[in-house]
Every structure is written in structure tokens, then in C-alpha cells.
């Protein structure tokens, strides 16, 4: 070969790397485009749940505490239900009422609430 054909082939080896570098810069740019648009639409969504949050947390917290209250009055009402029972039961030496036959529940409620039942 001549030092002449050598020569253009490098350009145009020179000129075809050149086009395969613009043409995945510009494939590379299209995706960050389209990733850029959903990003922005997440971002608004974002901000939406974090206005609405905001404003639902007093609420929240009013909810915790009342459920706190109940959580806590549970095991007495659950004590007073098995006396009432108890009283009205037609077989008064059978020793727990609304007992099931696999044996009593545990409830994670109670320990939710800092309940420690000397049953447990």
C-alpha cells in the first residue's frame, strides 16, 4: 500500500470513530432526557405526599394516643368481661371463659402499650 492510501484510510477510520462517539453521545443524552422528565414527575409526586403527610400528622398523633388509651383499658375490660361471664356461666367450675381449645393468645398489643400481664 502507499503511503497515500494509508493516509485516508486513517482519516476516514478517524472520521467513522468520530461518528459512533457523536452518535452515543446523543443516545446517551436522549436517555438522561427521559430520565430527567421522570425524575421531575417523581419530584412532584414527592412533594405531594409530603404536603399531605404534613398536614395528616396532628391527626396521627391524636389517633396514637387514643389508641394508646384503648390498648391499655383492654386487659380490665377483657377481666370484667370474664367475671360477667363467669357469674352467668351455666358451668361455674369451668376455670377460664373464652379460652380456645389451641390455649390462650398472646397479644402484641399489650406490649405495644408497656402492658406487662402477670399471665404472660
Not at 16 to 38: C, E, H, N, P, R
Not at 62 to 72: D, L, M, T
Amino acid at each position: 500500500m502507499s503511503e497515500t492510501t494509508l493516509i485516508v484510510l486513517t482519516v476516514v477510520e478517524i472520521v467513522v470513530l468520530i461518528a459512533g462517539l457523536a452518535f452515543f453521545l446523543y443516545w446517551v443524552g436522549s436517555l438522561l432526557a427521559k430520565i430527567a422528565t421522570t425524575l421531575e414527575a417523581g419530584d412532584g409526586l414527592v412533594r405531594q405526599i409530603v404536603d399531605d403527610a404534613t398536614v395528616i400528622k396532628p391527626g396521627l398523633e391524636h389517633i396514637n394516643r387514643s389508641g394508646g388509651v384503648v390498648a391499655g383499658a383492654l386487659p380490665l375490660l377483657y377481666g370484667f368481661a370474664e367475671q360477667i361471664i363467669r357469674k352467668s356461666s351455666p358451668n361455674p367450675e369451668r376455670p377460664k371463659v373464652a379460652t380456645p381449645a389451641t390455649g390462650s393468645r398472646r397479644s402484641r398489643l399489650l406490649d405495644a402499650v408497656g402492658f406487662a400481664s402477670p399471665r404472660h
